[in-house]
């Protein structure tokens, strides 16, 4: 399974737990910092089967047919070639594979008032 943006890694905790022993969970995350945090946190909780790899942009370091599933929460939003991300997660997951993510879209124009609201941006 790979965790498209993992950040720390949380969601790989769970995703190490579905996989297995036998499985394997893999993360990419755009800055070194959070991919060595992730690394850091899964070893920390004694998972061994996992592989953080730091990417520059929305090429994934994978290849063709590599994963059963994607996983990915709150990054597809972040990206500016959404299509090169969508085109790059689905090359590496098998036929017949799954990708899950969650991401916040917008269907209409935000108001002024909340367009340049860094707070209300985060929540
Ligand atoms: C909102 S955080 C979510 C982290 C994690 N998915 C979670 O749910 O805790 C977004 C993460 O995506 C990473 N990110 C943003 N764009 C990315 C890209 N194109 N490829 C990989 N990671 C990316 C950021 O560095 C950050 O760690």
Same mark, same amino acid.
């Given at each position: 399974?790979?965790?498209?943006? %993992?950040? #720390?890694?949380?969601?790989?905790? *769970?995703?190490? /737990? ?12 755009? !800055?070194?910092?959070?991919? !060595?945090? #992730?690394?850091?946190? +899964? &070893? +920390? ?7 953080? /790899?730091? *990417?520059?942009?929305? =090429? ?8 059963? #599933?994607?996983?990915?929460?709150? *990054?597809?939003?972040?990206?500016? %070639? /959404?299509? !090169?991300?969508? =085109? ?5 997951? /098998? ?16 108001? #002024? ?6 707070? &209300?941006?985060?929540?």
């Amino acid at each position: 399974m790979l965790d498209f943006g %993992c950040g #720390a890694g949380f969601d790989l905790f *769970v995703a190490s /737990k579905l996989v297995g022993e036998r499985g394997r969970v893999c993360g990419i995350d755009l !800055t070194e910092d959070m991919a !060595t945090r #992730a690394r850091e946190n +899964l &070893a +920390l909780a004694g998972i061994a089967n996992f592989e953080i /790899k730091k *990417v520059d942009s929305e =090429t994934i370091p994978y290849h063709d047919h590599d994963f059963d #599933a994607v996983i990915s929460n709150g *990054v597809i939003n972040l990206s500016p %070639c /959404k299509q !090169t991300a969508f =085109t790059e997660i689905y090359r590496v997951i /098998k036929p017949g594979g799954r990708l899950q993510f969650a991401d916040v879209i917008l269907e209409n124009d935000l108001p #002024a008032s909340l367009a340049g609201n860094a707070e &209300a941006w985060s929540q």
